[in-house]
């Protein structure tokens, strides 16, 4: 079947010139290479986050040097250790049976652990009582300031429970190896369980600059003369003393036997090995 209704008829349209057509393109040629060339725009660049001490102009603090940081250990173990002793002389005195006085004392080193370096590590300063006599500090570097309260105290208690164990040495050189590998931050276990670094700070004691003073200055200046003196006069009185140069007499005498000793037994030795190897070697001839 076909369809009854006829299709409409298209229009005509009076065709272009090709001369028409090619100048028209030439316009929008022309117009579209006036633009700027797309190398000429400036590269698009994603932004980035700028650091909150590099958008204040500062740096964050030089990390911690290993001396410092074994030293600020060595005299928070110290403070620990002096009250735990004190603690369990207490109890002793209290009449505590030997169980419950060693109880006492890990207490005692526990409780004034997280106290020293938890709590007060978490406070503005950011350093304990070692860390301040040795002017550094514990830095959290998310916030560029002194950790929080749970991050110290869980950072102290790793740390603690490494110092209570009865092989001390073997998880505190576990853990400082970490830090050894860890050019770039510095961080040991506990540092890593913080999320903390350790860092130079300008408030604090300046212990090590003074016990280096001290010390130069006893070498170099008059104190020096002064030991020196005295040693000498030291000398000189206990030659003086009658029981110091009896002690000497006697000391020498006991040197003189010793050697006597060691001279006769040598020989005997010398004399019963030399019968044993001749005997040895006339079994074998005779073999």
Same mark, same amino acid.
């Given at each position: ?136 500090? @514990? *830095?959290?570097? /998310?916030? !560029?300031?002194?950790? =929080? %309260?749970?991050?110290?105290?869980? +950072?102290?208690?790793?740390?603690? #429970? ?33 999320? @903390? *670094?350790?860092? /130079?700070? !300008?408030?604090?004691? =300046? %212990?090590?600059?003074?016990?280096? +003073?001290?010390?130069?200055?006893? #070498? ?44 006769? %037994? ?22």
């Amino acid at each position: 079947m076909t369809d009854p209704r006829p299709y409409p008829k298209q229009p005509q349209f009076p065709e272009r010139p090709k001369t028409e057509q090619l100048d028209q393109s030439a316009g929008e040629w022309q117009a579209f290479s006036a633009l700027p060339p797309a190398t000429s725009l400036p590269p698009v660049q994603a932004e980035r986050p700028v650091p909150q001490a590099a958008a204040k102009g500062e740096t964050l603090p030089k990390l911690a040097p290993w001396s410092k940081r074994i030293g600020a250990f060595a005299l928070d173990f110290g403070l620990g250790l002096g009250i735990s002793y004190l603690a369990q002389g207490l109890a002793a005195l209290v009449g505590s049976d030997a169980g419950a006085v060693d109880m006492v004392g890990y207490v005692a080193f526990f409780a004034t652990w997280l106290v020293n370096r938890g709590y007060c590590q978490s406070r503005p300063e950011g350093q304990s009582l070692g860390k301040w006599l040795l002017n550094i500090k @514990t *830095l959290d570097p /998310e916030t !560029e300031a002194s950790p =929080h %309260l749970i991050r110290s105290l869980a +950072r102290e208690g790793v740390l603690s #429970l490494f110092v209570l164990t009865e092989a001390l040495l073997v998880p505190l050189a576990a853990d400082g190896l970490f830090a050894v590998f860890d050019k770039e931050k510095r961080q040991t276990i506990h540092d890593r369980a913080g999320r @903390t *670094l350790v860092v /130079e700070a !300008e408030r604090g004691y =300046h %212990l090590d600059e003074k016990v280096l +003073r001290f010390l130069q200055d006893i #070498l170099e200046g008059d104190a020096a003369d002064d030991v020196k003196s005295a040693a000498r006069d030291l000398l000189r009185q206990a030659q003086r003393n009658d029981a110091v140069r009896d002690l000497s007499k006697q000391l020498q005498r006991l040197s003189k036997d010793v050697d006597r000793n060691a001279r006769s %037994l040598r020989q005997q030795t010398g004399k019963h090995v030399k019968t044993w190897v001749d005997s040895v070697k006339e079994k074998l001839d005779n073999w």
